[in-house]
């Protein structure tokens, strides 16, 4: 990477437009928004911004640029048309929530383009151009999906865009992310959402009593009810085998609670959980990763729990990265 | 209370250490603990601290005093038949985290003390001697119990006690009581508890990838578990009965999500409950509470969602109470 390829950033919302300004300074960046009015506001902000997404993906395809797909997903089987026709081979990656319905479109809809999925784990309550910061991503978890056909050196420049915007990049197999997301951030929400339900329907004595462990296990519940459909909806069958396990550990612990009055269980386990939670990061040592099998040994940086610092190439042009990784016990 | 009521607190831990250092400057505080590691560090600060429990309630009796048991709820059996022992009409609260079971045992071991129950809703993770402070109130509910048989003087003594530590005093009927928390501190935990065994059992790449959301939703899984154990499953029945509430909406929830793939009911029950967490003090309303139904009166406050915030007496000694109350609709 010597010469920093050009972004092209299709959808200017909060991720998008945060993208952009990320990006700004480190290459050349264009974006393009179906809002009439995102664009002209971008353009006032000093943001390259094509007319039309077929002008932008032709010059992509031109100056063989990254395309950045930060759209709602729902849109992407008609944007990866679109793909496909004006820019068939071109460098792309996302930005959606939900990592292994997005591969099966692009190797379905835009099957010549250089594929590798990407979830910044970062967002806000707010949304759309102005709620944009080139902060966001900062010390947040980028994910790269790869499989046995990724194109590295495309991942390479997802992982360089990763690391200029502040994030730790961490690779990861698309189905892996899902079922990941789905135990960490979906459940989160549905448990959120619950909690405060039967907070509500116990009435105003209730919510007069509730104190900080109701007020942090509510906080996401009041997050848009359309954004939490999208995310949770779309990762349904990895979400409904994460609420499995929790109703199956609560449903445990109710029966021990009336049976025996033990709580035991969820407690010891619960807790020794939140510990590995607040150590996760204890046993990472850095390694430097490069040859052959670059792609098993970025997943397993990934499976670990480690994370992707630095991409480089070597005097051969091949990948090299430095990441943490947890060693094998 | 034209002149303070002497207070007597009986354990010197988070709690009881926090009440003496928060009545202090306000009436005569005389303290005690079972250690007399912690008797020396509370006199080292300055308190007034009984070389026995017996002393110190005989001197409660001598005086008529106010009596805190501020000791683990498990004690209480033990501490109530001192009290009818050595106090047998003293009046007489506590700060455990259930309310019901210590009411009838109140009722049944120390029958003639005038027992007004007590839950300041505050904590820390922290405990003992130490770690207390004048300020563990503040902002704070601090629940009054109150029954057919209440005395109102004594509970004038408590409510100004709580409103000298800078609480909320909230009424309710001692069941009443167990029932919010069971839903409103309670699940909060197990659900906690769950998510975290959920999410490690993952592994690191789940542990990895997750963000605010199960931050925020496991915090209290860090609790000690054992403070986790004795606070929920000494508030078994009413647990078990908010738990099968959250096991209903979630699997409810799963059922759509598997069949239609819908979550619309959870997302917007959950946000609507959130949403009035966030706005539960909107209806609050100034009220003046006096005559003869005052424990009426002072429980509709708190079923309501409201509060009282000072106590005094009327030309005849009775109590008049100025509180926040939500108006019928």
Redesign the interface.
């Known amino acids: 990477m010597s010469e920093a390829t050009p972004l092209f950033v299709v959808g200017l919302g909060l991720i998008g437009g945060s993208l952009v300004r990320a990006a700004t300074g480190h290459r050349a960046v264009t974006g393009w928004s179906p809002s009439e009015e995102t664009r002209a506001a971008a353009a006032r902000d000093g943001v390259a911004v094509a007319d039309s997404l077929d002008g932008l993906l032709s010059t992509a395809a031109d100056r063989d640029g990254l395309v950045v797909l930060a759209a709602p997903t729902t849109a992407f089987p008609q944007l990866l048309a679109r793909v496909n026709a004006m820019a068939p081979t071109v460098r792309l990656t996302d930005v959606g929530s939900v990592k292994a319905p997005v591969q099966e479109l692009a190797e379905r809809l835009a099957p010549r383009t250089r594929f590798i999925g990407g979830h910044p784990?970062?967002g806000t309550a707010s949304s759309g151009w102005e709620a944009g910061s080139a902060e966001l991503f900062r010390g947040?978890?980028w994910?790269t999906t790869l499989t046995e056909d990724s194109d590295l050196d495309v991942w390479a420049e997802v992982a360089t865009l990763a690391i200029e915007a502040g994030s730790r990049v961490?690779p990861?197999e698309p189905e892996?992310?899902d079922?990941?997301?789905a135990?960490?951030?979906h459940?989160?929400?549905?448990?959120?959402?619950?909690?405060?339900?039967?907070?509500?329907?116990?009435?105003?004595?209730?919510?007069?009593?509730?104190?900080?462990?109701?007020?942090?296990?509510?906080?996401?519940?009041?997050?848009?009810?359309d954004l939490?459909?999208a995310m949770?909806?779309g990762n349904?069958e990895a979400?409904?085998s994460?609420?499995?396990?929790?109703?199956g550990?609560?449903?445990v612990?109710?029966g021990s609670?009336?049976s025996t009055?033990?709580?035991?269980r969820?407690?010891?386990?619960?807790?020794?959980?939140?510990?590995?939670?607040?150590s996760?990061e204890a046993g990472l040592e850095p390694a430097e990763l490069s040859g052959e099998d670059m792609v098993e040994q970025l997943l397993a940086v990934?499976?670990?729990?480690?994370?992707v610092v630095s991409v480089d190439r070597d005097a051969d042009g091949g990948v090299v990265a430095r990441a943490f990784v947890?060693l094998e016990d």
């Open positions: 784990m970062a947040a978890a994910v961490v990861a892996a992310h079922r990941s997301v135990r960490v951030s459940l989160p929400h549905l448990l959120a959402l619950a909690l405060a339900q039967v907070g509500a329907e116990g009435g105003p004595l209730d919510l007069a009593l509730a104190a900080s462990s109701f007020a942090d296990g509510t906080r996401v519940a009041g997050t848009r009810p939490i459909r949770c909806e349904r979400l409904v994460a609420m499995d396990d929790a109703l550990i609560l449903g612990a109710r609670l009336a009055g033990s709580l035991q969820i407690t010891a386990a619960g807790h020794q959980g939140r510990a590995d939670f607040d996760r990934g499976s670990s729990g480690g994370h947890a």
